[in-house]
Protein backbone atom coordinates (compact mmCIF):
# COMPACT_ATOMS: atom_id res chain seq x y z
CA UNK A 1 0.00 0.00 0.00
CA UNK A 2 0.92 3.22 -0.90
CA UNK A 3 2.72 5.63 2.37
CA UNK A 4 1.71 9.31 2.39
CA UNK A 5 4.38 9.64 5.15
CA UNK A 6 7.43 10.59 2.32
CA UNK A 7 9.12 13.41 1.48
CA UNK A 8 8.21 13.72 -2.02
CA UNK A 9 4.37 13.51 -0.50
CA UNK A 10 4.89 16.64 1.43
CA UNK A 11 6.73 18.28 -1.84
CA UNK A 12 3.55 17.18 -3.66
CA UNK A 13 1.56 18.61 -0.83
CA UNK A 14 3.85 22.04 -0.53
CA UNK A 15 4.49 21.15 3.01
CA UNK A 16 8.52 21.20 2.73
CA UNK A 17 10.01 23.16 -0.02
CA UNK A 18 11.63 22.33 -3.05
CA UNK A 19 13.94 23.60 -6.03
CA UNK A 20 10.96 23.26 -8.41
CA UNK A 21 11.96 23.52 -12.55
CA UNK A 22 8.54 22.41 -13.57
CA UNK A 23 5.46 21.63 -13.38
CA UNK A 24 2.27 20.20 -15.26
CA UNK A 25 -0.84 17.72 -14.34
CA UNK A 26 1.16 14.23 -13.65
CA UNK A 27 4.83 15.39 -12.33
CA UNK A 28 6.33 17.71 -10.55
CA UNK A 29 10.59 18.20 -11.17
CA UNK A 30 12.99 19.37 -8.72
CA UNK A 31 16.74 19.40 -8.30
CA UNK A 32 18.09 16.52 -6.11
CA UNK A 33 19.36 17.72 -2.55
CA UNK A 34 22.10 15.81 -2.58
CA UNK A 35 23.18 15.71 -5.79
CA UNK A 36 25.39 13.22 -7.53
CA UNK A 37 26.72 14.50 -10.34
CA UNK A 38 26.34 18.02 -11.90
CA UNK A 39 22.89 18.15 -12.63
CA UNK A 40 20.67 16.22 -11.09
CA UNK A 41 16.77 16.59 -11.19
CA UNK A 42 14.09 13.89 -10.04
CA UNK A 43 10.95 14.23 -12.20
CA UNK A 44 8.30 12.81 -9.27
CA UNK A 45 4.64 11.28 -10.46
CA UNK A 46 1.63 13.18 -8.97
CA UNK A 47 0.18 9.95 -9.24
CA UNK A 48 0.17 8.36 -6.05
CA UNK A 49 2.67 4.83 -6.91
CA UNK A 50 5.54 3.42 -5.11
CA UNK A 51 7.64 2.55 -7.85
CA UNK A 52 8.40 2.21 -11.47
CA UNK A 53 6.41 -1.07 -11.46
CA UNK A 54 3.12 0.02 -9.70
CA UNK A 55 3.48 2.91 -12.12
CA UNK A 56 3.83 0.93 -15.44
CA UNK A 57 1.02 -1.29 -14.04
CA UNK A 58 -1.49 1.22 -12.71
CA UNK A 59 -1.54 4.27 -14.66
CA UNK A 60 -3.29 5.03 -17.88
CA UNK A 61 -1.22 4.71 -21.42
CA UNK A 62 -2.13 8.25 -21.47
CA UNK A 63 -0.27 9.30 -18.13
CA UNK A 64 2.32 6.86 -18.81
CA UNK A 65 3.01 8.76 -21.75
CA UNK A 66 2.56 11.74 -20.83
CA UNK A 67 5.13 11.29 -17.88
CA UNK A 68 7.52 10.35 -19.92
CA UNK A 69 7.23 13.12 -22.41
CA UNK A 70 7.87 15.42 -19.15
CA UNK A 71 10.70 13.65 -18.53
CA UNK A 72 12.15 14.13 -21.81
CA UNK A 73 11.13 17.84 -21.73
CA UNK A 74 12.39 18.79 -18.13
CA UNK A 75 15.90 17.06 -20.00
CA UNK A 76 15.62 19.45 -22.54
CA UNK A 77 14.98 22.36 -20.03
CA UNK A 78 17.47 21.64 -17.86
CA UNK A 79 20.27 20.42 -20.38
CA UNK A 80 19.73 21.53 -23.21
CA UNK A 81 18.52 19.41 -26.49
CA UNK A 82 20.71 17.46 -28.42
CA UNK A 83 23.93 18.88 -26.28
CA UNK A 84 25.94 16.19 -24.48
CA UNK A 85 23.36 13.75 -23.22
CA UNK A 86 22.20 12.25 -19.70
CA UNK A 87 21.05 9.24 -18.15
CA UNK A 88 17.53 8.45 -16.54
CA UNK A 89 17.14 5.88 -13.85
CA UNK A 90 14.66 4.47 -11.27
CA UNK A 91 15.19 2.57 -8.51
CA UNK A 92 12.48 -0.04 -7.91
CA UNK A 93 12.76 -1.45 -4.46
CA UNK A 94 15.18 -3.11 -1.73
CA UNK A 95 18.11 -4.37 -4.05
CA UNK A 96 17.95 -1.05 -6.13
CA UNK A 97 18.42 1.13 -2.79
CA UNK A 98 14.83 2.99 -3.21
CA UNK A 99 14.96 5.83 -0.58
CA UNK A 100 12.30 7.13 -1.11
CA UNK A 101 8.52 4.75 -1.99
CA UNK A 102 6.54 7.44 -4.54
CA UNK A 103 7.60 6.88 -8.06
CA UNK A 104 9.86 8.95 -9.66
CA UNK A 105 12.94 9.43 -12.26
CA UNK A 106 16.19 10.68 -12.01
CA UNK A 107 17.76 12.49 -14.76
CA UNK A 108 21.56 13.02 -14.22
CA UNK A 109 23.82 15.09 -16.53
CA UNK A 110 26.06 18.18 -17.61
CA UNK A 111 28.98 16.38 -17.15
CA UNK A 112 30.72 13.27 -18.71
CA UNK A 113 29.31 10.60 -16.19
P1 LIG B 1 15.82 6.92 -4.65
O1 LIG B 1 16.96 6.12 -4.09
O2 LIG B 1 15.67 6.70 -6.12
O3 LIG B 1 14.56 6.73 -3.87
O4 LIG B 1 16.29 8.44 -4.52
C1 LIG B 1 15.68 9.39 -3.72
C2 LIG B 1 16.39 10.69 -3.98
O5 LIG B 1 15.67 11.73 -3.35
C3 LIG B 1 17.83 10.78 -3.46
O6 LIG B 1 18.71 11.06 -4.53
C4 LIG B 1 17.78 11.92 -2.45
O7 LIG B 1 18.95 12.72 -2.46
C5 LIG B 1 16.57 12.70 -2.92
N1 LIG B 1 15.89 13.50 -1.90
C6 LIG B 1 15.52 13.11 -0.66
N2 LIG B 1 14.90 14.12 0.00
C7 LIG B 1 14.86 15.17 -0.87
C8 LIG B 1 14.33 16.50 -0.81
N3 LIG B 1 13.73 16.97 0.30
N4 LIG B 1 14.47 17.30 -1.89
C9 LIG B 1 15.09 16.86 -3.00
N5 LIG B 1 15.60 15.61 -3.13
C10 LIG B 1 15.50 14.78 -2.08
Same mark, same amino acid.
Request: glycine share 8%.
Given at each position: ??? *?????????????? %??????? /?? %????? /??????????? !? !?????????? +???????? +??? *? *??? +?? =??? !????????????????????? /????? =??????????????
Amino acid at each position: MYD *KNNVFYKILQSEIP %AKKVFEN /DV %AIAFY /DINPMCKIHVL !V !VSKGLYRNFE +EFVRLSSA +EET *K *KFF +ET =VSQ !VAEEVLGLGKSGYRILTNTGH /DAGQE =VEHFHVHILGGERL
